[in-house]
Structures are given as C-alpha cells and as structure tokens.
C-alpha cells in the first residue's frame, strides 16, 4: 500500500517531470543512411526528409512521420547540396564531380531528369516567385538557372571566382551569390536573371542569410572574421561587424530579429541584432561549429558541432544554452521538420542522421500517456476558409509558412470550440498551424489553393 506521503513525493516527481517537458528536446533516433552524409532537405508536402551521401553518389529518402527509410536513390558524382521545390514537389541535388543536378520526384522519389550545368556545382536556392532554381558553379565561376517547371536551363549567369553560396530575398526577387574567390557578392534579377551589381565585402565569403523583418542580407566572410550587411533595397554596405573565428554558417531568428554565426576556430556563435546590426552577445558552444538552424515553433537555434559531436540548442531569447546533445560523428547540416517539430542533423563521419525531438508540438497522446485529444481541419485544402473542430477552446492560432516565417497570429479566446478562419488574402502554398488548446500546442498541416 502506498501511504500519504510516499503519494505526494511522487506525485512531487510526476508534477517536476511533466514542467520539465516544457521545454526539453532529446535524440529521439539515429538513422542509418548512405556514406558521408552532407546535406538534408525537408519536402513540406510529403512530410518526407531528403539525404545527400558525398561518399555513396545517392540520396535517402526519410519518412518524417516513423523516421524510417523509405528507399534510397542513385544521383551524380559526389553529391554535395540539396534545395526543395515547394511548387512542383521536386528535390534538386547538386553533384559536383559530375557536373549536373538531378531532379527527384517528391511523390514518387523517382529521378526525372540530370541537368548538366557548369563545373563543380557547390550551392542552389529556389527562386518562389518565379519558380526558378539557381545552381552556383564553383568551377566555372557562373550560375546556372532552371526553370522549375520544365526542368530546363534558362540561362547561365556569368558572377564572380568561384561562387560557393546563395540566397533568395523573396522581397525584392532577387538572388545573391557569394563568390569566395573575388571576394564579393553578385546580385541577380530574379525576373531577368541578370546582373544588377555586385558587392565588394569581406575574405572568402561563403554563407548568406536574409532578414526578412528589414530587407538586409548578411555575408559571413570566413578569411576575414566578420559579416558584411547588404541592404535588400539599395545593394549597398550598411556595416561590417566582427565576429568570431572563421565564420562558417549563419540562421536567422524571425521572432526576434537576430542574425546568429556560428565561427569554427573559436567554437562560439555570435548573436547579433537585427535592428541595429550590433553584436548582442557571444555563446560557448561545442568544438568547431558548422551549421545553424532555427526551429520557429519554439524559438530555438540549434549549432552543430563537428569536433565534438555534439549539437548545442540555444534559447532564441534568452541567447542562453538550453542544453547540449550527443549525436554522431562529425554533424555537419540540418534539417527541421515543423509538423513533428524533429531537428535532422547529417553525421559526416558516422554515415547516419541523428533526429531531434521536441516536446513542444508534438500532439497530446503521441509521446506521453495523457487522454489524447482531436483537432481537425476542414476544409482542406481550401481556397477560401477553414475551420478547426476542436473539444476543447482554441486559445491562439498561428500560420507559418515552409520556411518557417511566422505569417499570421489569431487570438481565438472570444470564440466557441469551432472556429473559421478566412484565408482568402493568403497565397497559395503549405502552411503549419501551431494551435493552442487544453495548455497543448498542436501542429497540423493546411493547403491553400487559389
């Protein structure tokens, strides 16, 4: 028989445990893929992760559901960089001993075509606008443009010595592209594909990220130690700020307006403002950092470590370290699933993807023996409106877009359980809907047709 006080200690434990959730995150499994993993990418419309193997020419294909291995597909030489085509459900792989991008079903994960395109392709992005993908030739010193719809090549754009990362500003259409070797960045017309300028910044520039809140583009120069700020209107410099050593990858926080860089040779990430383009604060994190990502739905970053193997996850505001989790060998590149709020990270060296599970997100019942309880969603897809059958009151709704741009919050605490939303004024695409009811947040998918 369990007396009064052995009852309350443990009912103590169960309350301590389940306040401890809030905001805990642990290595939920460890996938076993192809040799030297060095890419992931998330397919939003079919819940589904794609890996690039450097070392075995092919890609896994990950359900992002059980985290099982669906199949696994046979690309170029060397695959290097992956980007997702939300229009058309399409993977583009960059494979750069050979030269040429294959293009992968989403559905069906069948390889539709291999595009040739210029010599040691290292970096794509696609263009949402205009349905484009932009593949940056390291060898050739140009960047090719496909044309996301027919898989053709529209043109080739003559940039700087060896171009090695680009980035999309949705805003203003345009492409920028890092040339490490000149030491500057081209600005591409995402309309005409042609030159607009090009920017001097820092040594050997490689990663870029874009500030959605104020249209700026940031530059983290690896040969120089800082990050060059490009205003998204102008094209021009708006400052140079130090960071730490050999700046290797940047991410930026939408809720609160920062710029985080990670810098490999003094295993730190800066924290900078988005405002006013200040350093905020600097954060110790593992043994040679290469890659951010940041998860909107709870405010965090996560930076992987590759000398120690490890992954550090930061409060997004706080700037303060959460905790820090074991993976595999050599983490490299990330991945975030949304609707099961999983982090993906490669494991260069263990030939495996480590997956990152957060409480927050995850629906009532899935991990945790509680009573599980049941939103849906109707219609969808929709073009007009939805509503959200609910058993208990939806508190506050928010829409975020596969990017992970918050696009829209709705306080819901003046209406009954079934509520209607309009989205008559929203484009087309996949959205996430981060609902709150019973203290549980719950994410769920929604299709916008127009």
């Known amino acids: 028989m369990v007396c009064k ?252 307006n920062k710029v985080y860089c990670a810098n490999g040779g003094s295993d730190d990430v800066t924290v900078i403002d988005g405002v006013i383009d200040s350093v905020i604060t600097t954060i110790t994190v593992g043994d040679t950092p290469g890659a951010l990502v940041y998860n909107s739905i709870n405010n965090k970053v996560y930076c992987a470590n590759g000398g120690s193997d490890d992954v550090t996850v930061i409060d997004g505001a706080s700037n303060s370290v959460i905790t820090t989790i074991t993976v595999g060998s050599w983490p490299r590149a990330f991945a975030w699933n949304p609707v099961q709020n999983r982090t993906y990270v490669v494991n260069y060296n263990g030939a495996s993807v480590s997956v990152i599970r957060d409480v927050t997100g995850i629906e009532v019942g899935q991990k945790h023996n509680v009573t599980r309880l049941i939103l849906s969603i109707s219609p969808n897809p929709t073009k007009t409106f939805f509503t959200i059958d609910s058993p208990t009151p939806v508190r506050l709704i928010r829409i975020y877009d596969v990017f992970g741009n918050l696009v829209r919050t709705e306080d819901m605490t003046q209406y009954e359980n079934r509520t209607t939303i309009s989205v008559r004024t929203m484009s087309a695409g996949i959205y996430f809907l981060q609902v709150n009811a019973a203290n549980t947040e719950f994410i769920k998918k929604l299709i916008v047709t127009k």
């Open 5 to 256: 006080q052995q009852y309350i200690l443990i009912s103590t434990m169960i309350l301590l445990c389940l306040q401890s959730l809030v905001s805990a995150q642990w290595l939920e499994t460890t996938i076993t893929v192809g040799d030297s993993p060095n890419a992931l990418v998330y397919n939003s419309t079919n819940n589904k992760v794609y890996c690039a193997n450097w070392g075995s020419d092919d890609v896994t294909v990950i359900d992002g559901v059980t985290n099982s291995v669906i199949t696994t597909i046979t690309v170029g030489d060397d695959p290097l960089t992956l980007v997702y085509n939300s229009t058309n459900n399409k993977v583009y792989c960059a494979n750069v001993s050979s030269g040429n991008v294959t293009v992968i079903d989403g559905a069906t994960n069948s390889v539709l075509i291999t595009i040739t395109v210029g010599s040691y392709p290292h970096a794509l992005v696609y263009n949402s606008t205009d349905n484009k993908v932009y593949c940056a030739n390291g060898g050739t010193g140009n960047v090719t443009v496909i044309d996301g719809a027919t898989n053709s090549v529209i043109t080739t754009v003559t940039v700087g010595d060896d171009p090695w990362a680009l980035l999309y500003n949705p805003t203003d259409n345009k492409v920028y592209c890092a040339n490490r070797g000149s030491d500057d960045v081209t600005v591409i017309d995402g309309v005409t594909n042609s030159v607009i300028t090009t920017i001097t910044v820092g040594d050997e520039p490689l990663p870029l990220v874009y500030n959605s809140t104020d249209n700026k583009v940031y530059c983290a120069n690896g040969g120089s130690d800082n990050v060059t700020v490009i205003d998204g209107v102008t094209n021009s410099v708006i400052t140079t700020i130090t960071v730490g050593d050999d700046p290797r990858t940047l991410v930026y926080n939408t809720t609160n």
